[in-house]
C-alpha cells in the first residue's frame, strides 16, 4: 500500500517542493540507505551536490562589484532633465554649469550621456517645440460649435447649440429650441460673444460643420472679432471631433439617464450639467482635474459662470 501512495504521488508531483530542513534530513539520512532501496529514493546525487554548493555560496559571499564606472544616482538624472526640458536652447556645458551653481557636480560629458538615454538631442535639435506643445499652443484660440437633438418623452425632437473652448474644454450650452433656425443661431452666437466680453478677442479659430443652419451671418460674427471660420470637410465628423466628443459624454453622463419633458426641462438639466463639467468634472485632457484651478486664473468667463452656477441651483432646487 505504501508503495502504491507513493507511485500515485510521484505520477501527480513532478518536482517536490523541500524547505532547507527537508534537505537537511534527506541529505542526513541518504547514508544509511541500502543498496536495495536506492532506486526508491527521490533524491540523485547530483542533487546533494546542488545542495552543498548552494551552502557553500550562503556561507562564503564576498562583495561583487559590476566592472566599470557606477551609474548615475536617480536624483542627479532627474536635475539633468529638468532642465533640459524646460529650457531647451541650453546646452550640455550651460546645463552642467547651473547645476554647479547648485551644488551638483555633473561633467558636461555626463549630461550628454544622461540626455541621450532620455531621447533629447544637443540643443540646437531641442530648440523647436514637439507637435503637443505645438498644438496646445495653438488650441488657445480654436472654438467649436454643433448641434445635437434631443428626444422628448412625448417624442418631440429639440436641438441644442453649444460652443466649446479647445484649450480649456469650457462648454457654452448657447440654446435649444424645437425650431433652428440661421438667424436663430446667429443670435446666440452674438449672446455667446457679449457674455465672453474681452475673452471673446482671443478667439482665432472657429470650428463648424456644414449644416444648413450655420449661416453666413454666423460667420460674420466671429470674422468681425478677427477670428477665421474653417468648416469640416463632408461626413467627416473626426474634424470636429472635440465638439463631437462632447456630444457622446453629455449623453452617457446625463441626458440618456433622464426622461426629458419639453424644452424648459432640457434647459434646466443642460444648465446644471454644463455647470458641473465646467467646475467639477475630471477632464483627460486637463490631466485628470476639474477646471477650478483654471478660472483662479481668469482663463473663463466669470460672470457667465456665476449665472450659470446660480441658475443651475436653481434648477436642482
Known sequence: MLRHQVAVLRRQVNRPDLNDGDRILLAALSRFLARSTRRSFFVSPSTLLRWHRRLVTRKWTYPHRCP????????????????ARENPSWGYARISGELAGVG??????TVRDILKLAGLGPAPRRDGPTWAQFLKAQAAGIIACDLFHVDTVFFKRIYVLFFIEHATRVVHIAGATANPTGAWVAQQARNLVMDLGEQAEQVKFLIRDRDAKFTAVLDEVFTSLGARVIRTPVRAPRANVIAERWVGTARRECIDRILIYNEQHLRRVLR?????????????????CGHRTHRRHGRFPTAQNTSDSSAAARSMD
Open 68 to 83: 566599470g564606472r557606477p551609474p548615475t544616482r536617480k536624483d542627479v538624472r532627474e536635475a539633468v532633465l529638468r532642465p
Open 104 to 109: 551638483i557636480r555633473v561633467p558636461p560629458s
Open 272 to 288: 446644471a450639467y454644463q455647470q458641473h463639467y465646467n467646475g467639477h468634472r475630471a477632464h483627460r485632457a486637463r490631466d485628470t
